[in-house]
Structure formats: C-alpha cells, structure tokens
C-alpha cells in the first residue's frame, strides 16, 4: 500500500472513530477514498478550511491550503505553515517566502503568480515542530487531490519532509537534491528547504544547481 493510500484510510479510520466505530471494513475505505473530495480546487479548500481532523486545528489561527496558478506546470511543495503564513493563511510568505519567491523569480524566470505554491501539512504545528507522520498522513490525501486537479508536469519537493511523504524509498535528499524522481505519474526534483539555506548560506550553490536542473526540465516539457 502507497503512503497516500495509506492516508486516505487512516483520515477515513478517524472520521470512523469521531462517529463511535470500533472496527472498520477495508473495503468499505477503499470505496470511500474514491468518493470522498471534491474534484475541483474551490470545493477541495473550502472541505479543507473546515478540517479537524487532526489535533493541529485546535492550535491553527488559518489553514494554509496554497495558492497560485491552478494550470501552473509546475509546483512546490514545502512542510507546513509558519507563524507569518498561520496569521496570513498564505504559504511561504515569511522569510523563507521571501527566498522561495526570489528563487522561482531570478532564477527560473517565472512569476510566482505562475505557479503553485502548498505544504504537506496545512495548519501550522506548534512551534514549528516538523509535522508528525500522523497530521502527515492525515493531511497528505488533500495534496494528493491538489496534485491530481493541478496536475503539474514536475513538482519540486522543499526539504526532507515533503520528500519523505511524495516518495516512498526513504530517499535522502543530500544524495537525491536536483535529480529527477518518477514515482507513479509523478515527476520530482526536490531540493533545499529555503528555511535551511537561509540558515546555511552556503548550501545555497547547491540549490541553485538544482534550480538550473529545474528549469532546464520545465523548458523542455513546455517548449
Ligand atoms: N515553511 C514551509 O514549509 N511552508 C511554508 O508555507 C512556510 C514556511
């Protein structure tokens, strides 16, 4: 079973559970993680913005369900909202945002209007703790529909987190970073968090190298 598949049960184990069931039949999951979200962008973050289906909704002042172009071809996947984008309800608009707008802007040559910008999770742990497997799990199918509404031709992993929850071999990305994953009909290329270059510059050569594998993959497949 894939980690998304995976999600999609235990998001559909709790809501179970909220109504008293002791047991559940797998099959029963399966039909529903098919029904269950909407297929177009406005529902899926209205249905998203009235989550609570994890414990990081009781501390969140907004959800973050990401933002940008919805035919973008390309998009970002980061861990979870900070303290800026909580208050905000917008992803990456913190210092990090900053950094992360200026790479897609001075470096790939887009707009950040032109792309699409979202997180693993979407509500802001607690100080800024990295997201448990748990609200990981139980947040990722939302990105899993994001992905299949958007359907983004590379999507570019952010750090550790969103790279260990979009593939599935334990991947390390100091061995992996600027390289081209395939996983299912998903094409990857992560790269550095911006949080963890602004706090080691000079990891930023390495992350502009990816940057230039990006956007040497996004000519072609748009040109
Ligand atoms: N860090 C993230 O991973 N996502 C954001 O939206 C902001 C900071």
């Known amino acids: 079973m894939d980690k998304i598949t ?18 559940y039949n797998p099959n029963l999951l399966e039909q529903q993680n098919r029904l269950d979200l909407p297929e177009n962008i406005d529902d899926l973050k209205n249905e998203v913005l009235k989550c609570h289906l994890c ?77 448990t497997s ?6 990722l199918p939302f990105l899993k529909k994001q992905i299949e509404i958007i359907k983004p031709k590379i999507i570019v992993t952010l750090g550790s987190v969103a790279l260990k929850y979009l593939t599935t071999n334990e991947l390390q990305i100091s061995k992996v970073r600027g390289t081209i994953i395939k996983q299912g009909d998903l094409t990857i290329i992560p790269t550095f968090h911006p949080s963890y270059l602004l706090r080691n510059p000079s990891a930023k050569k390495e992350a502009f190298e ?13 040109s």
Request: aromatic content about 6%.
């Open 134 to 139: 748990e609200e990981a799990n139980t947040c």
């Open 6 to 23: 995976k999600a999609q049960q235990i998001k559909q184990l709790l809501i179970l559970k909220s109504l008293g069931y002791k047991y």
């Open 55 to 131: 414990h990081l909704s009781k501390t969140r002042t907004n959800v973050v369900f990401g933002e940008g172009n919805i035919g973008a071809k390309i998009m970002f996947v980061g861990e979870a909202p900070g303290e800026t984008e909580d208050n905000s309800g917008r992803p990456f608009v913190g210092r990090s945002g900053e950094l992360l707008t200026s790479m897609i802007e001075n470096v790939l040559l887009l707009k950040r209007e032109d792309v699409y910008i979202t997180n693993i999770v979407k509500c802001r742990p607690p100080k800024n703790a990295d997201p």
């Open 210 to 222: 990816d940057l230039k594998s990006i956007k040497k993959l996004y000519d072609e497949i748009t």
